[in-house]
């Protein structure tokens, strides 16, 4: 596991510092590091919500002074057309950011249609168990809070893999500590999970990926 800006010479801005490498979003950032080998002067970066791929097209466009379009699925299908071919006749590189590619994500302009076939899709993961600790461990760290590591792994293996769990997480960490005015303990955290019913009383895995659709 990695800091982002560790392996890669990135401006090291205070959102670039933090972003975290695992084998979840490794592919992604490999392939963004060198965008002058890409096939075609675009690619597309997917992921499940706050799994971190805004962050990582703002690292890359301050990096590289590419154009990023962040939802691009939400977009006029001829904005991001018309982008496209201005990135091949500039050379400059365009990342299109979206939750899903093609066919889930559903084109209806047959020329756009064809061109992201022909563009690379760079995908981040679930969150895989290093990385689910390490953003427990983050996400608790920017409200003030210290997460131990004993404590990141415990929820970690149990949580449901998914980035807006480790939200949920955090937020019942954080409410649990201020309402019972203590340090985190590994015992506040099993109580703060199973009260928010992200984990059941025998410390299992709940799964919530329905609800995920409420959180933006």
Do not use: C
Request: hydrophobic share 45%; net charge negative; proline share 6%.
């Amino acid at each position: 596991m990695n800091q982002f800006g560790l392996p890669f010479d990135w401006p090291a801005e205070e959102e670039a510092t933090d972003f975290i490498v695992t084998e979840a979003n490794q592919a992604a950032v490999r392939h963004l590091e060198s965008p002058g080998s890409w096939p075609v002067r675009v690619a597309l970066l997917t992921g499940p919500r706050k799994s971190g791929k805004s962050l990582l097209g703002r690292i890359f466009a301050a990096r590289t002074q590419a154009q990023v379009i962040d939802d691009a699925d939400q977009r006029p299908e001829d904005m991001v057309f018309h982008a496209w071919n201005s990135a091949q006749e500039s050379r400059t590189p365009l990342l299109l950011i979206a939750e899903n590619a093609p066919p889930i994500w559903a084109v209806r302009l047959p020329d756009l249609r064809s061109r992201l076939q022909a563009t690379p899709v760079l995908t981040i993961s679930a969150p895989d168990v290093p990385l689910a600790e390490a953003l427990l461990v983050k996400l608790l760290a920017k409200r003030g809070l210290a997460l131990m590591a004993d404590s990141a792994a415990y929820a970690a293996a149990r949580l449901e893999r998914s980035y807006i769990a480790l939200e949920r997480a955090a937020d019942a960490i954080d409410a649990a500590s201020l309402s019972q005015k203590r340090a985190i303990t590994l015992p506040l955290v099993r109580h703060a999970l199973e009260s928010a019913h992200l984990i059941d009383s025998q410390g299992g895995r709940r799964e919530h990926s329905g609800d995920e659709a409420e959180i933006d």
